[in-house]
């Protein structure tokens, strides 16, 4: 498994997108993370909005978009 960093604006943009399929595809938040989890990542909730974190070690990769928390 290669380790992602936040700078690596091309593979963060190729994971949100990703994700926003994933999000597409899910009837809800719950399955969402289920089907994240499949992918090796996870969601965590914080004040500052969603962060989509590695698994198992959440190491994060960067903040959800606002539009992908509802």
Not at 9 to 21: D, G, W
Not at 42 to 63: F, N
Request: aromatic share 6%; glycine share 4%.
């Amino acid at each position: 498994m290669s380790i992602i960093s936040s700078q690596d604006q091309f593979v963060t943009a190729q994971i949100i997108e990703l994700v926003s399929s994933e999000r597409s595809k899910a009837l809800s938040k719950r399955e969402w993370k289920h089907r994240l989890a499949g992918y090796g990542y996870s969601i965590r909730e914080t004040d500052a909005g969603d962060v989509l974190e590695t698994l198992p070690h959440h190491v994060k990769i960067c903040i959800l978009p606002a539009v992908l928390s509802a």
